[in-house]
């Protein structure tokens, strides 16, 4: 088992930044590949980015996001984060933390986080 918990969401303008963390904790933690989905309301819960396991070798972003959001981990540590930039009110959603066994774009997690509220005013 592994457990997620996020922080760091809450309400900002269009354009700021916002650093959302994942604490991971659990059996082997550090060994699965990470990730951020994103469920605005009335709408798909969607994929954000991942990570791989080892620590940043692989990152993968959604179209949508790339290039101002940036995925890493701390693995001594066992935290991973979302840097989001340029924040725009589309971005609005809740901000999931994901553990899959494998990362890339169509990342399917094993465990989930409870979720961190993330929105930005126009």
């Known amino acids: 088992q592994v457990q997620l918990v996020e922080s760091g969401g809450g309400l900002v303008q269009a354009g700021d930044s916002l650093r959302l963390s994942c604490a991971a904790s659990g059996r082997s933690s550090s060994s699965y590949a990470m990730g951020w989905f994103r469920q605005a309301p009335g709408k798909l819960r969607e994929f954000v980015a991942a990570i791989s396991w080892s620590g940043g070798s692989s990152t993968y972003y959604a179209d949508s996001v790339k290039g101002r959001f940036t995925i890493s981990r701390d693995n001594a540590k066992n935290w991973v984060y979302l840097q989001m930039n340029s924040l725009k009110p589309e971005d609005t959603a809740v901000y999931y933390c994901?553990?899959?066994?494998?990362?890339?774009?169509?990342?399917?997690?094993?465990?989930w986080g409870q979720g961190t509220q993330v929105t930005v005013s126009s």
């Open positions: 994901a553990a899959g066994l494998t990362a890339g774009l169509r990342m399917v997690p094993n465990y």
